[in-house]
């Protein structure tokens, strides 16, 4: 059966949840359904995505991400990012105003505050889970929050942040090119990684020869296009996990020959077993 034609939205992300010094986590909650894709757009806060059920697919310029329930993705302020829901999700969105002394990763200066400027897969803690569906969030036309709301989001907001800044980060996330050519290829990869096996097969009508697009590869990505497009099956490998799906299936959808070989795939990838690395998706 034909997919259904995407949904396209605008950016949820109007000034009612914009964060301030007096207010400075702010929490949102969207149903949104399956194929609903969020147009490219960025906002001067930081940002936390994370869906308490379904997968959403989280684009930037540098990179694409694949975020199911037991993962959550940092956006730094000002980076571009797009969201296409790969299965319908009810999508949590912290938005965190950043300036010394407010509460969010990015408040405290020195070494750590580095590692808030890029975008990351974080693992989300039960701790972490738990205050963010606790958190009251905004509606758009709902009225404004209870003295009592806001006396709950002041105790929990620090809470809140100081558990996402012990939240360990994951090896996920795809690197994307600049490069037209390179960049019309990766994304049919993710579209659908495996209806080709060999570069040869996929540069096909893409204006490049095979050499060509292995030294794009190197170059722009700093890899070959077997590890890179290995970090594509790895993602969406965790988005069958998440969907219950058993590693042998799983190792089968993916083009492996035995869950073995799909096992030793993860283990070079992110140094433990599918049943650890996926048992949280």
């Known amino acids: 059966m034909p997919r259904p034609p995407a949904v396209l939205v605008g950016p949820q992300t109007p000034q009612l949840y914009a964060p301030t010094a007096e207010r400075p986590l702010r929490a949102k909650h969207s149903q949104l359904a399956a194929d609903t894709q969020v147009e490219p757009h960025s906002h001067p806060w930081a940002q936390l ?53 407010c509460c969010g990763p990015g408040a405290r200066k020195g070494p750590v ?9 974080l693992e989300v803690s039960d701790l972490l889970r738990a205050l963010m569906l606790a958190l009251p969030a905004a509606s758009d ?47 049919a990869v993710l579209d659908e990684p495996t209806r080709h096996d060999t570069l040869g097969d996929w540069v096909r009508g893409i204006g490049a020869s095979e050499r060509t697009v292995a030294r794009l590869f190197r170059d722009e990505l700093g890899t070959s296009f077997g590890q890179w497009r290995q970090q594509v099956l790895l993602a969406r490998a965790l988005t069958l996990a998440a969907r219950k799906r058993p590693m042998s299936e799983i190792a089968a959808e993916l083009g492996y020959t035995s869950p073995s070989a799909f096992s030793a795939m993860v283990r070079r990838s992110v140094g433990a077993p599918p049943s650890k690395f996926f048992a949280s998706a």
């Not at 310029?61 to 571009?80: K, N």
């Not at 505050?113 to 897969?121: A, F, I, T």
């Not at 105790?155 to 090119?177: N, Q, T």
Request: glycine share 8%; net charge positive; hydrophobic share 35%.
């Open 113 to 121: 505050e580095g590692r808030w400027q890029l975008c990351r897969v």
């Open 49 to 101: 995505a994370w869906s308490a059920t379904g997968v959403l697919r989280l684009t930037t310029r540098g990179g694409t991400y694949l975020v199911p329930p037991s993962r959550a993705l940092w956006i730094p302020p000002g980076v571009e990012h797009a969201v296409t829901v790969v299965e319908s999700a009810e999508l949590c969105t912290l938005y965190l105003h950043q300036r010394p002394g």
């Open 141 to 187: 036309h709902g009225p404004q929050p209870r003295p009592a709301e806001l006396e709950r989001e002041k105790l929990i907001g620090p809470l809140l942040a100081d558990e996402l800044k012990r939240a360990a980060p994951v090896p996920l996330g795809v690197p994307m090119p600049q490069d037209k050519r390179l960049r019309t290829l990766c994304e």
